[in-house]
C-alpha cells in the first residue's frame, strides 16, 4: 500500500551556514513512521503542489516525531526554503524511500564520501551509530571549497570525541594559499582514500553529493581499485 503523503509544520529552522539551512518538520499527531536512516523525502509547498524535489534526511531513524532535512541555497527549491521557510510553514511530505542505507554490521567500515552538501545523510548514518553505541567503524571523507563551507563542522567533532570508531576528515579545494587552515587541501584522490582503507573486503563505500563527486568516486572504487560493486552506494542529487 502506498504510504501517505502528509502535511507537516516547520517546526523549527537552523541556519548552518549562510547559504544552508536545516528544517525540522513535525509530525503530525499519530504518525509514526518506518524509515530507515539514509532514505530521502519528497517536499513541496501547498501553493505549488507540482514542483517537489527530493531531500535527504539529515536526521536519523532513532530520531522521532520529527524529520531533519538540510539544504543549500541552490535552484529554486533550494533558494525557496533557505531563503523563505519559517517556523509554522506547512510543506507536504512524501514519507522516506531510499535504497542509500547504512550497513551496520560490526567488522564492517563505512567510507563516506562527500561533497559540498552532500554530507547531509552522513550526519544520519554517525547519528545512529552513535546513538546505538554500534561497533560499525565510520570515515567521512569530505570535499569542500573553504573552511567557510564545512556542514555540522562543530557537530562532526563533538560526535568524534563520543564515538571511538568515527573519524572525519575534510579537504578544502578553494583556500587563499595564505589561509591558516592546516588542514588537507586539493580535491578528492584516490591516493587519500586509499589511505583510510584498513581492510578491503569489509570496507563500504558511501558517496553523496554532487554528479562529479559521485561519478569520479565510482570510477575510483569500481574501476581503479576493482571493487565489486555490492561495496559501493550512491546518490546523485544532479
Ligand atoms: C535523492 C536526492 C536527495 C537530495 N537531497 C538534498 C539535500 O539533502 N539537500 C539539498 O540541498 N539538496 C538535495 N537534493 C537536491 C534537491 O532535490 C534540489 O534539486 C535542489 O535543492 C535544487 O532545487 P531545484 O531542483 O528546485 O533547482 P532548479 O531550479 O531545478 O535548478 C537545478 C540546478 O540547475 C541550476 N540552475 C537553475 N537555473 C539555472 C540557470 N539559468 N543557469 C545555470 N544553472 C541553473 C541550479 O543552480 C541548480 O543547481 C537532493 C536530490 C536528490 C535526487
Wanted: charged share 25%; proline share 7%; hydrophobic share 35%.
Amino acid at each position: 500500500m502506498a504510504k501517505p503523503i502528509v502535511e507537516m509544520e516547520i517546526e523549527k529552522v537552523t541556519m548552518e551556514l549562510p547559504d544552508t539551512k536545516t528544517v525540522r518538520l513535525k509530525w503530525p499527531e499519530g504518525y509514526n513512521p518506518d524509515f530507515k536512516t539514509g532514505q530521502f523525502i519528497t517536499l513541496y509547498w501547498p501553493d505549488t503542489p507540482s514542483y517537489k524535489r527530493a531531500y535527504s534526511l539529515s536526521s536519523c531513524a532513532l530520531d522521532r516525531g520529527f524529520f531533519e532535512t538540510t539544504v543549500k541555497r541552490d535552484g529554486k527549491m533550494g533558494t525557496r526554503i533557505v531563503d523563505w521557510a519559517k517556523p509554522g510553514d506547512k510543506m507536504f511530505v512524501i514519507p522516506p524511500t531510499g535504497r542509500f542505507l547504512p550497513v551496520y554490521e560490526p567488522n564492517k567500515h563505512l567510507i563516506c564520501i562527500a561533497g559540498g552538501s552532500g554530507v547531509t545523510p552522513f550526519r544520519a548514518f554517525v547519528r545512529e551509530g552513535t546513538k546505538r553505541k554500534l561497533e560499525t567503524k565510520i570515515t567521512i571523507l569530505y570535499s569542500v571549497r573553504t573552511t567557510n563551507d564545512i556542514i555540522f563542522n562543530d557537530e562532526f567533532h563533538q560526535l568524534q570525541l563520543q564515538n571511538s570508531q568515527f573519524n572525519f576528515f575534510v579537504t578544502c579545494t578553494r583556500l587563499h594559499p595564505q589561509d591558516p587552515w592546516t588542514g588537507r587541501r586539493g580535491r578528492i584522490t584516490a591516493e587519500w582514500v586509499k589511505e583510510h582503507i584498513h581492510d578491503l573486503s569489509n570496507t563500504v563505500f558511501y558517496a553523496c553529493g554532487p554528479n562529479e563527486l559521485v561519478e569520479f568516486a565510482e570510477h575510483l572504487v569500481l574501476a581503479e581499485m576493482k571493487v565489486p560493486k555490492e561495496q559501493i552506494k550512491t546518490e546523485k542529487w544532479g
